[in-house]
């Protein structure tokens, strides 16, 4: 529509800076919060071996060995999530607009696409991992006893805790107990809680989606609700992420004048040591 100025029409122009969406934070950190030391070159599915552990007697000396027979177990991480977004661009639409149509289309599809990801890595890591009996909400006088809780049940099993992905509500009770209060403590630093309790404490504001879901290495598609999880304590090493995949690209499209911005991941997913990786929820049935 005209704009007045008086009686006076003036000018109207569109800013060639675009204003970014919102996306989730990301928390796949290598060697932080996953692994991808599976990552073994071309294949649809890896298998891990796993030792078959056997207990140790002691007794006195000079005596022969009592052999046990090798046993191993196989842990499949199957590479079948894919993600997936192409965007069309006439080539009318952009040469009629100032921004650079084609940078910042794959720009947002790579962000919308690593979201999708990150969404099925939090789906997976709830579903394999063991769910903590504590099912009661965390408050501001119980956050951080409940975190320590879980990092306890991850060295009762005789594992490593590295890791913790808290969601908002959570990581501001945490602030509030272990971030911003004013301690002479060398563990806490500044008012940023990166490092406590021997953990990498992470705001994850991914817990937000009711209908997360990721295919299982049985080829099953699961549904998980993360609206309930408070927190995921871990060991980095307990949960493998790998990718065989990864194309972001700009092409000329063959049915019209113009190109798509496309963008595609194909990765495989599993919680390979669920007795290091406990989660925390806040309602029994997810």
């Known amino acids: 529509?005209?704009?007045?100025?008086?009686?006076?029409?003036?000018?109207?122009?569109?800013?060639p800076i675009v204003e970014p969406n919102l996306y989730t934070d990301d928390i796949l950190i290598p060697n932080v919060?996953?692994?991808?030391?599976?990552?073994?070159?071309?294949?649809?599915?890896?298998?891990?071996?796993?030792?078959?552990?056997?207990?140790?007697?002691?007794?006195?000396?000079?005596?022969?060995?009592?052999?046990?027979?090798?046993?191993?177990?196989?842990?499949?991480?199957?590479?079948?999530?894919?993600?997936?977004?192409?965007?069309?661009?006439?080539?009318?639409?952009?040469?009629?607009?100032?921004?650079?149509?084609?940078?910042?289309?794959?720009?947002?599809?790579?962000?919308?696409?690593?979201?999708a990801r990150r969404y099925s890595a939090l789906a997976c890591m709830a579903k394999e991992g063991t769910a903590s009996n504590?099912?009661?909400?965390?408050?501001?006088?119980?956050?951080?006893?409940?975190?320590?809780?879980?990092?306890?049940?991850i060295k009762d099993n005789h594992g490593e805790a590295n890791f913790a992905l808290v969601n908002t509500t959570d990581y501001a009770f945490l602030l509030q107990n272990v971030g911003i209060r004013e301690v002479y403590d060398p563990a806490v630093r500044t008012a940023e809680l990166l490092k406590r309790f021997g953990l990498t404490i992470i705001e994850c504001n991914g817990?937000?989606?009711?209908?997360?879901?990721?295919?299982?290495?049985?080829?099953?598609?699961?549904?998980?609700?993360?609206?309930?999880v408070e927190m995921i304590v871990g060991y980095n090493e307990a949960f493998s992420l790998v990718d065989n995949l990864?194309?972001?690209r700009i092409v000329d499209s063959e049915l019209f004048a113009g190109s798509k911005a496309q963008v595609e991941i194909n990765s495989g997913m599993k919680v390979t040591s669920p007795d290091q990786i406990i989660v925390k929820k806040s309602k029994a049935s997810i």
Not at 207 to 228: I, P, R
């Open 1 to 15: 529509m005209a704009i007045l100025y008086g009686n006076q029409n003036v000018d109207e122009r569109y800013s």
């Open 33 to 115: 919060t996953f692994t991808a030391k599976y990552s073994l070159g071309p294949a649809g599915q890896i298998f891990v071996h796993k030792l078959d552990k056997k207990s140790v007697k002691v007794g006195t000396p000079g005596r022969d060995f009592s052999d046990v027979a090798a046993d191993d177990t196989l842990i499949p991480i199957a590479l079948n999530n894919n993600y997936q977004q192409s965007r069309k661009m006439y080539g009318v639409q952009a040469n009629a607009v100032a921004f650079d149509m084609g940078e910042e289309y794959l720009s947002d599809a790579i962000r919308t696409v690593r979201e």
């Open 134 to 153: 504590n099912v009661t909400a965390s408050t501001a006088d119980t956050v951080v006893n409940n975190l320590l809780a879980l990092r306890k049940q």
């Open 207 to 228: 817990f937000d989606e009711s209908e997360a879901e990721y295919y299982n290495s049985s080829g099953n598609k699961v549904t998980v609700d993360l609206t309930g």
């Open 246 to 248: 990864e194309v972001m």
